[in-house]
């Protein structure tokens, strides 16, 4: 059962209580064009399943899917983000996690799952530890406690080098939880921002004030000491902060020395030198065209930054001919003299029934040498792999979606993360477990050369 604490726009993110946190779908602005529609999802004839009601385009082949099975498979039971590390990949799960062997992409294999119920469970590995992010006030941080007293949420260590039987190590309690993680390495600790929505009144875990993150130490040693060492409030004022305090997510790029936060009413860029102390660059303010300031990536100069708007919170049907393409899109900006300027905008061109919850969502470069490339998951709009070389003129260049979800009785489902990982996209499908996407295009084709160890999508590496 999804927790009743409301904390402004962010159960619109958590899903099943989106009529009580988010307005009805916006209406065209006169002023703005519509998105340009090429072709509507699977009709009602054609229901989705796990195996039917594919489309993608010619580019794009559905290699695999693995379904949600026990203790995983009930309508709560929501697939949420994706880690990789050698061969496997690491799902989230608002029951707890999964771990798979992705050796042969074309079949993965369930290794193992852990229940560990705690909303969104977003997931980041390194080395053998892997840190979830809990955002919902729990009795205490072991997999076993109850919501009962909810009286702890934050974050979650495991030691997985067992891989079949990963064990629980430690957690660190975080004011308003975490609703995402950003880990920064370091020579013998992990940093790692904690993102959270907040303050809640009367809350035992939110007090007032929030600060907008929370830096925690994990010892590479002894990841049961991990702690709270700072909570920079990185613009205090929080002017343009109105829908809620804190930040959605963080995306570092350390080789870069940079950070860009997708914070509730803004866009933040970030010196990240001292990791433990960030500095604000630059905060970006777009009252018009941004609901929700979701989500950040950088491209692999670090000259450009994608910024999403989770118009809705991810429950509403915004990839429609009623909703403007610069609303619950992705901003394209350039990074000219240190300071950000917004040059475009980038939104499916395939028009999604009106049940059809659709937004921009969790995505990753593609790693081609020389262009700026991304995979992208946009709920119910399935996922679309789109260039932004030009940031004037992004383009979608192929795509996978299933028709509309009919079982649960209009349940929020579709693509909550979508990545690319040594020659394969992976999508992490909300109702319909983990799918496998293989993209044969002369564009991204030069990826496939590109090998990675690990790949955490909120710490950017350059290929």
């Known amino acids: 059962m999804i927790s009743a604490k409301l904390r402004g726009v962010v159960l619109c993110t958590v899903l099943l209580l989106v009529s009580a946190c988010?307005?009805?779908?916006?209406?065209?602005?006169?002023?703005?064009?519509?998105?340009?529609?090429?072709?509507?999802?699977?009709?009602?004839?054609?229901?989705?399943?796990?195996?039917g009601g594919v489309m993608t385009s010619?580019?794009?082949?559905?290699v695999a899917n693995v379904p949600k099975t026990a203790p995983f498979d009930g309508v709560d039971d929501i697939n949420t983000d994706l880690a990789f590390q050698g061969d496997y990949a690491y799902v989230g799960n608002f029951g707890g996690f999964s771990i798979y062997d992705i050796s042969n992409p074309e079949k993965p294999q369930v290794v193992s799952q852990v229940a560990c119920p705690g909303q969104q469970n977003d997931v980041t590995i390194y080395d053998n530890l892997l840190i979830l992010s809990i955002d919902e006030p729990r009795g205490g941080p072991e997999c076993d406690a109850g919501d009962d007293e909810r009286a702890w949420e934050g974050l979650r260590i495991f030691d997985v080098s067992d891989k079949k039987s990963p064990r629980y190590v430690g957690a660190v309690a975080t004011e308003c939880g975490s609703h995402t993680h950003t880990m920064i390495p370091a020579e013998d600790s992990l940093y790692v921002y904690v993102s959270s929505p907040g303050p809640e009144p009367d809350s035992e875990t939110c007090p007032a004030p929030h600060e907008l993150i929370q830096?925690?130490?994990?010892?590479?040693?002894?990841?049961?000491?991990?702690?709270?060492?700072?909570?920079?409030?990185?613009?205090?004022?929080?002017?343009?902060?109105?829908?809620?305090?804190?930040?959605?997510?963080?995306?570092?790029y350390p080789e870069k020395k940079l950070a860009a936060a997708a914070c509730f009413g803004d866009g933040v860029l970030l010196d990240i030198s001292d990791p433990v102390n960030p500095k604000v660059l630059q905060q970006l303010t777009d009252r018009e065209n941004f609901q929700i300031w979701h989500s950040a990536t950088f491209n692999n100069d670090g000259t450009k930054v994608v910024f999403s708007d989770e118009l809705g919170g991810g429950g509403q049907a915004t990839c429609d001919r009623n909703t403007p393409n610069t609303k619950g899109a992705n901003a394209v900006y350039d990074l000219v003299d240190g300071q950000l300027q917004r040059r475009?905008?980038?939104?499916?061109?395939?028009?999604?029934?009106q049940d059809e919850n659709c937004v921009a969502h969790n995505?990753?470069?593609?790693?081609?040498?020389?262009?700026?490339?991304?995979?992208?998951?946009?709920?119910?709009?399935?996922v679309s792999i789109w260039d932004f070389t030009d940031s004037a003129n992004p383009k979608e260049i192929g795509f996978f979606e299933r028709g509309p979800f009919r079982r649960g009785g209009g349940a929020i489902a579709g693509s909550w993360s979508a990545?690319?990982?040594?020659?394969?996209?992976?999508?992490?499908?909300?109702?319909?477990?983990?799918?496998?996407?293989?993209?044969?295009?002369?564009?991204?084709?030069?990826?496939?050369?590109?090998?990675?160890?690990?790949?955490n999508v909120q710490t950017q590496k350059s290929y």
């Open 363 to 382: 995505g990753s470069l593609i790693p081609v040498p020389g262009k700026d490339v991304m995979v992208q998951a946009w709920y119910q709009g399935g």
């Open 344 to 353: 475009g905008y980038f939104k499916i061109p395939r028009e999604q029934q």
């Open 22 to 51: 988010a307005a009805g779908p916006l209406a065209s602005d006169p002023g703005t064009p519509a998105a340009t529609l090429q072709e509507t999802s699977a009709p009602d004839s054609k229901p989705a399943t796990a195996t």
């Open 58 to 62: 010619e580019n794009v082949e559905h």
């Open 215 to 252: 830096v925690v130490e994990v010892p590479l040693s002894s990841p049961g000491s991990a702690r709270i060492v700072s909570k920079p409030d990185i613009f205090p004022e929080r002017q343009n902060s109105d829908l809620a305090s804190g930040c959605h997510d963080i995306t570092a």
């Open 419 to 455: 990545y690319y990982y040594n020659g394969y996209i992976y999508s992490s499908d909300i109702m319909e477990g983990l799918d496998v996407l293989k993209i044969d295009d002369p564009l991204t084709n030069p990826a496939e050369k590109v090998k990675m160890d690990d790949f």
